[in-house]
C-alpha cells in the first residue's frame, strides 16, 4: 500500500467524530478545523497541498494545492505525525450534527466521488482532487457546479454527511433520483446526471428547486438527510428581522420577554 494504513474508532451518535490510531512514524492528513484532540508526542505540521505529492517537484504541489483552490478549500491542509515510539491517537470532529463515513478505497476501485466540503480527514498518501462534469446540464444545475470532489489512493479516507446517512447499493442500470444537496457521494462507477422536475406547478410552486440529481448503478451511494445548505436557509429564515429584539414580535413568548425586559409596548 501507498497511503499508510490506519486503525481508527468512531464515537457519538449524532455529533461524531473519529478516532485515528497511528503507528510510530505514520501521518493522517486533515482539513483545517477539523481537529479535536491528540495525544502528546505527535507532531502539527502544515502542509501544502493534500499531502500526496509532499515527495514530487514544486509544479506537481502546485497542481495539487490549484485543484484543492478550484473546490473551494484552502491551499493548505494539516499532518499530524506521530513521533512517538508507541501507538498514539489523534481525533477529529464533525464540523455539525450528522454521521461520518470511513471511506476504504480499496473496496472501491482506487477512487470516491463526494461533494466539495465533506471530506474530513484521511491517511497519508490518499489523494483529494476534483471530479469535472463533462455535462453542461450537470454542471449550471447541478448545485455544486461542475466540480466534485475525488478521493484517491488506497488507504482509508473519512468524509461527513448531514443528518441522518443512507447506503444504497445500485444495481446494474438501477437509477436513484436524489435531491442534489443531499448526495454526499458515490464509487466511481455511478453515473450522475441531473433532470429537470417538469410540470409548471411543480416549477413555480413545489418549493424543490427545479432539477433533481440522477444516479445511475452499479456501485454504492451515500445519500444525506440534512445538506448543510438545508441546515443554513432554516436558520437564516428564522434569524431576527434588523431592527428586532430577537424575539418572535407577534407571539406570546415575545410579549412576556418584552414585559420582563420592562417594555410596555404590546
Given at each position: ?10 464515537y457519538?451518535?449524532?455529533m ?11 501521518i493522517v492528513?486533515?482539513?483545517s ?5 491528540m495525544?502528546n508526542?505527535?507532531?502539527m505540521?502544515t502542509?501544502f497541498?493534500?499531502?500526496s ?5 514544486l509544479?506537481d ?21 506521530n513521533?512517538?515510539?508507541t ?5 477529529f470532529?464533525?464540523?455539525?450534527p ?9 473496496q472501491?476501485g482506487?477512487?470516491?466521488?463526494c ?6 480527514c ?16 450537470r ?12 478521493i ?7 468524509v461527513?454527511s448531514g443528518?441522518?446517512?443512507a ?5 446494474a442500470?438501477?437509477i ?6 443531499c448526495?454526499?457521494?458515490f ?6 446526471d441531473?433532470e429537470?422536475i417538469?410540470g409548471i406547478?411543480?416549477?413555480?410552486f413545489?418549493?424543490?428547486?427545479m432539477f433533481?440529481?440522477?444516479l445511475?448503478g452499479?456501485?454504492t ?7 448543510f ?5 432554516r436558520?437564516i429564515a428564522?434569524?431576527?428581522k434588523?431592527?428586532?429584539n430577537?424575539?418572535?414580535e407577534?407571539?406570546?413568548l ?5 414585559l420582563?425586559d420592562?417594555?410596555n409596548?404590546?
Amino acid at each position: 500500500m501507498k497511503a499508510h494504513e490506519i486503525d481508527y474508532h468512531i464515537y457519538g451518535e449524532e455529533m461524531q467524530y473519529v478516532e485515528i490510531e497511528l503507528d510510530p512514524q505514520e501521518i493522517v492528513v486533515a482539513e483545517s478545523g477539523s481537529f479535536m484532540m491528540m495525544d502528546n508526542g505527535i507532531k502539527m505540521e502544515t502542509i501544502f497541498g493534500d499531502g500526496s505529492q509532499q515527495q514530487s517537484g514544486l509544479f506537481d504541489k502546485l497542481l495539487s494545492a490549484g485543484k484543492r483552490v478550484l473546490t473551494g478549500e484552502s491551499l493548505f491542509m494539516t499532518a499530524y505525525l506521530n513521533q512517538n515510539n508507541t501507538k498514539s491517537k489523534v481525533s477529529f470532529a464533525s464540523p455539525y450534527p450528522g454521521k461520518i463515513v470511513a471511506i476504504d478505497l480499496t473496496q472501491f476501485g482506487g477512487k470516491f466521488v463526494c461533494q466539495k466540503d465533506s471530506f474530513l480527514c484521511a491517511a497519508k498518501g490518499v489523494s483529494v482532487g476534483i471530479e469535472f462534469s463533462k455535462k453542461i446540464g450537470r454542471g449550471l444545475f447541478g448545485g455544486e457546479g461542475f466540480i466534485m470532489q475525488k478521493i484517491e489512493g488506497d488507504g482509508m479516507a473519512f468524509v461527513h454527511s448531514g443528518g441522518t446517512l443512507a447506503k444504497k447499493e445500485l444495481a446494474a442500470g438501477e437509477i436513484l433520483k436524489v435531491d442534489t444537496g443531499c448526495i454526499v457521494g458515490f464509487s466511481k462507477d455511478v453515473d450522475y446526471d441531473i433532470e429537470f422536475i417538469g410540470g409548471i406547478k411543480n416549477t413555480i410552486f413545489g418549493g424543490e428547486g427545479m432539477f433533481y440529481a440522477t444516479l445511475r448503478g452499479p456501485g454504492t451511494v451515500y445519500i444525506q438527510s440534512l445538506p448543510f445548505s438545508r441546515l443554513a436557509d432554516r436558520i437564516i429564515a428564522s434569524a431576527p428581522k434588523a431592527g428586532g429584539n430577537g424575539r418572535e414580535e407577534g407571539s406570546l413568548l415575545g410579549g412576556i420577554g418584552r414585559l420582563l425586559d420592562g417594555d410596555n409596548r404590546f
